[in-house]
């Protein structure tokens, strides 16, 4: 790529930070913030990454707003930092550079439901359950779920999959257009609502995923789906981690359609029996669910049981009742808190990869032999259908030793990924965190077309520097 | 979009073609074509728009060969435009500059076949029936069938979805990862194997639908399905187009996973039945496929068949012999040719439009009335699934007055396709004739951002140039 250099990255100095906040104070009123508790909640990240707290934070309410707050900061080369619910994991919001925190928790509207096409429009604070919530009477769903309640925008920016990929794929394969405010304060909608078109470049793709670093999102048009007939949920023992993972395989061959099939390992049971009040064996175990017409559901289920057998794996409980199957998830998304109870007291850093699913079994297993050896303290959760698994580490913050074997052994978890053809993460995004390992994953030619991406739709660098490709 | 001007585009002079020529000659020998006849069929699109040849056709076998010839290219600014099957509906392979035709029909190789992570990696001369009989024994398939039998790297191109896209989602969603040549010479890959990565910017998606206007793809990763235990499919004849596409909508809200539901309108009917020696009534029918177990494809074309009676359809008919099957399905590919039937000696010009679902009645019913208002002859065929509809127009291209007034209605078609929230083509691709309804689908602020990413990706403007955003 033989694009100009971009402009280099620098804070903005402490009169344009006044000023800019001053102009922002006299348009938008009580909604800037300047405060620093405020601040630092919106460098906030859930992880241990050293807090940057941006200069200022506004709340906009229409897209209007948010298309004039970035031509004011874009005029004097202020930074923009997209904000959703503060769910990041990887340093996504931090403001290295200082600028001005865009905080779309208040953009909650629900524009539209069109039911007969399956879809809908929302503003991007409207959160998953939120949205859920106000479609159930119409008998439809959003099926993304990634435990925490986070924002559509947040969303759409990392981009979030979890449990329900299996079926229903990620926020990729789920967002119909986007509109977005760009780093000059034009403001576009990305697509049609149609549900196919081949007019042009694919601009939805290229928002999503990038986290906040080429545009503000304003409105998502979501893709939606009958809420099932019958739905079905249950939880199967496996003798071994690679047990476990080779049913996975074999089911999803057999093209069972499991809306979820989750993977815990032992030390994710026993944070779960605990914090969760569950009784299950501390074993290797899959968490399932199936979606369909009741004879379906049930066919599926039983072909399932069938295959479970075959490995060793069972009994496979059933939670028939509606109260089992919400505390059975409900323990599931509750694994990043529950893995506190594994050490009081520690700080928790979860990272991800994603591998085929040929390799999950091998790549789980000496992740295992990893932490273990390392003297880590860690849970292993997985959506194993798609090969993605994550890992919670906890960590005494206090001991730099412990830091640094930490550091080394996400290092080594994403080389072993990268090894097995996978990718260094799967769902949680680049952020600050995994930045560093993006030339290893796709390599400097690949990387470079990434920048000049950056820096055609970005040329002064505003929206969210220092994160991705780090201009 | 603050981006330079491009290099404005030229056809390079004589000399240029000629040194190039002999160079590529050199280096590849008989595998450089100059000949008029082999050049007009790479300008050939199956439409009437005129043809505009290449200076010289190239053969290339790998992606290093490849390289090597866009190196070349670059240096001197000559244009490359990737050549598939030559399958184009819309003008994509036209060489309004010149330039080199980079022909991959001869890059066949299938690389490897993953089965437990149902991924394939192949070539992109490979077509899909190549690919489908390769992976028959493994018991698995590749969903997407654009009906004429055409190269993955043309149905990545465009991008291709058509019958089958109603559940398995269009190239879009069945591509996990490509090789491409970019127009620097440089080779990328864009994507690991991983079925879910949220490492930096979607690369894949970025090339899917670009129509090599952004770097010639040499290798892609499929996603495969095992082939699903029972299929079966079916007719069922409608008394009007509404009625069938209420009948359509009613069946994907209820989340009946039908695998193909196609539309054909009277005139196709009868354009089939002539064609394929079908004995249909002709009225406005639906084919269907359902793909499942036995119990489940029983259950989903049970309650599909409910449907249909309410909504005034029916007798529906099952073509329960796996050879009836294909001779239905065999019907439906083959309406393009089938149209010719219709008006012998005409030339055809197939054009495509999609709506949300919801307004698919309203918009094929009024073109219906506009084709026969404007004294045209048409027929109508449609993944209705998606909102995704054909318009087959048989013209006398002799006749300068009904030209016109076929040009007039397709730019009709698509306004009303566009007042209705929807997208000038759903799968055929921008090429050199839909060019003008860019702006009016996406706005100027939409469109300047695709203008951006071309030059950001293809500064001299050297790969495919004069199509899509026109540079």
Chains 1, 2 share one sequence.
């Not at 209007?64 to 990887?90: K, N, Q, W």
């Not at 924002?151 to 920016?157: D, E, F, I, N, V």
Request: contains cysteine.
């Amino acid at each position: 790529m033989n694009a100009p250099q971009p402009t280099p990255r620098f804070r903005p100095d402490d009169a344009t930070v006044t000023a800019i906040t001053a102009e922002l104070q006299k348009r938008f009123g009580d909604r800037v913030v300047t405060n620093l508790a405020v601040r630092r909640q919106h460098g906030h990240t859930l992880t241990w990454i050293e807090n940057q707290p941006p200069d200022v934070v506004v709340y906009p309410q229409t897209t209007a707003e948010v298309s004039e707050m970035v031509r004011l900061c874009a005029a004097h080369g202020m930074p923009l930092i997209p904000f959703g619910a503060g769910t990041s994991l990887e340093g996504h919001v931090n403001a290295p550079y200082g600028g001005v925190s865009v905080d779309t928790s208040r953009m909650k509207r629900i524009i539209a439901v069109h039911a007969e096409d399956l879809d809908c429009v929302a503003e991007p604070g409207v959160t998953r359950k939120e949205l859920n919530e106000h479609l159930r009477d119409l008998g439809l769903f959003f099926p993304i779920d990634p435990g925490a309640d986070v924002s559509l925008a947040a969303m759409a920016g990392t981009p979030a999959s979890c449990t329900n990929a299996v079926r229903y794929g990620t926020m990729k394969d789920n967002v119909l257009a986007l509109t977005v405010v760009l780093p000059n304060g034009d403001v576009i909608r990305t697509a049609r609502r149609a549900k196919k078109s081949s007019a042009g470049y694919d601009l939805t793709r290229l928002f999503i995923g990038s986290e906040g670093t080429l545009g503000v999102i304003t409105e998502i048009t979501l893709k939606l789906h009958g809420i099932p007939e019958a739905v079905s949920a249950g939880v199967c023992p496996f003798p071994s981690i690679r047990a476990a993972c080779e049913a996975v395989i074999v089911t999803i061959q057999s093209a069972i359609t499991v809306a979820r099939i989750e993977f815990l390992d032992e030390m994710q049971v026993r944070a779960s029996n605990l914090y969760s009040k569950l009784s299950l064996p501390e074993t290797p175990t899959l968490f399932l669910e199936f979606h369909g017409s009741d004879a379906n559901v049930r066919e599926q289920a039983e072909r399932f049981g069938e295959i479970a057998v075959e490995y060793g794996g069972g009994p496979f409980e059933w939670a028939t009742k509606a109260e089992d199957r919400t505390r059975l998830w409900q323990a599931r998304h509750d694994a990043y808190w529950s893995a506190f109870t594994l050490r009081p007291g520690a700080k928790i850093t979860a990272t991800d990869v994603c591998v085929p699913i040929s390799r999950l079994a091998e790549c789980v297993e000496e992740t295992r032999r990893d932490i273990d050896a390392s003297g880590l303290v860690a849970a292993i959760v997985g959506h194993v259908g798609d090969g993605n698994f994550h890992v919670s580490l906890l960590v005494d913050t206090d001991d730099a030793g412990e830091v640094a074997r930490t550091e080394a052994f996400i290092g080594r978890l994403v080389e072993r990924a990268l090894a097995m053809e996978g990718t260094c993460t799967g769902e949680h995004g680049v952020g600050q965190k995994k930045m560093k390992y993006l030339e290893a994953e796709h390599g400097p030619e690949a990387l470079d077309l990434m920048r000049a991406l950056k820096r055609a739709v970005d040329p002064h660098n505003i929206m969210n520097p220092g994160k991705i490709v780090a201009l």
